[in-house]
């Protein structure tokens, strides 16, 4: 059946929002906590195996860490001790101190909350490592939901899974339409597309550039996150 509600305003109530490039700056530590946990594998540093994991790696930023070493090693269980290692050497680095907001990013949260919009926070890594970043940024209450790929069933980006589970789960808005994704990858957006949100903001603080992002489906590139207010103040359509 087909919906003939006239839509002259889109409230754009949820916001869903990536982590790492996008709210967090990280440093390149997915780079260097991967070639920890490869090393561990047997990946010999400097070789061509080393450098066509990596540039995989960074190909499928954005992506459920896990798919990208099953990818990567083949067999399970050689995935999941890849992983495991990552896992630990991530937040060994965040531990470190190694990590900080991209600036305005926490404004930025703030502000959407304050203007009646619900936002999650959304990333491809486990939970003890989301966790871990969240307690390392003083970010526990900072966002209405946080999510990872298990959170979802288990399948992170490209899936829509994320940004489907905090539609569902927050309740904030009565049409897909109305939510918006923002990231810095491919993945970001293709979740962003698949998902039937309304807006798909790439931003450039992150793993890909603007040809990478609209490449993708992005309906806005921003130079950072802290432009997301201002583009959303534009409403209806954005």
Same mark, same amino acid.
């Given at each position: ?15 869903? +929002?990536?982590?790492?490039? &996008? ?69 060994? @680095? ?39 970043? +969240? ?6 209450? @900072?966002?209405? @939901? ?38 810095? &990858? ?26 990478? @992002? ?25």
């Amino acid at each position: 059946m087909t919906d003939n509600t006239p839509r002259t305003t889109r409230t754009h109530g949820l916001i869903v +929002l990536d982590m790492a490039g &996008t709210t967090v700056a990280d440093g390149g530590l997915v780079e260097r906590a991967f070639e920890r946990a490869a090393e561990r594998l047997g990946v010999e540093p400097g070789s061509a195996d080393h450098a066509t994991k990596l540039r995989y790696v960074r190909d499928t930023m954005g992506e459920s860490k896990i798919s990208v070493f099953r990818h990567l090693f083949g067999a399970e269980d050689l995935a999941r001790r890849a992983n495991s290692a990552f896992e630990e050497a991530y937040g060994s @680095l965040v531990d470190g101190g190694l990590i900080a907001p991209v600036p305005g990013a926490r404004e930025t949260i703030e502000k959407l909350r304050a203007d009646g919009r619900t936002v999650a926070l959304t990333t491809g890594f486990a939970r003890v490592t989301q966790d871990a970043i +969240l307690d390392a940024l003083g970010w526990q209450d @900072l966002a209405d @939901l946080t999510l990872c790929p298990a959170d979802a069933g288990g399948r992170g980006r490209p899936y829509p899974d994320m940004v489907l589970a905090a539609f569902l789960r927050t309740g904030a808005v009565a049409d897909v339409r109305d939510t918006v994704v923002a990231g810095d &990858t491919s993945y970001d957006m293709l979740s962003g597309v698949r998902s039937g949100a309304g807006i798909v903001a790439g931003v450039l603080t992150g793993a890909h550039d603007r040809a990478a @992002l609209t490449g993708h489906g992005a309906t806005h590139v921003l130079a950072s996150i802290a432009e997301l207010p201002a583009l959303l103040a534009g409403e209806p359509g954005a």
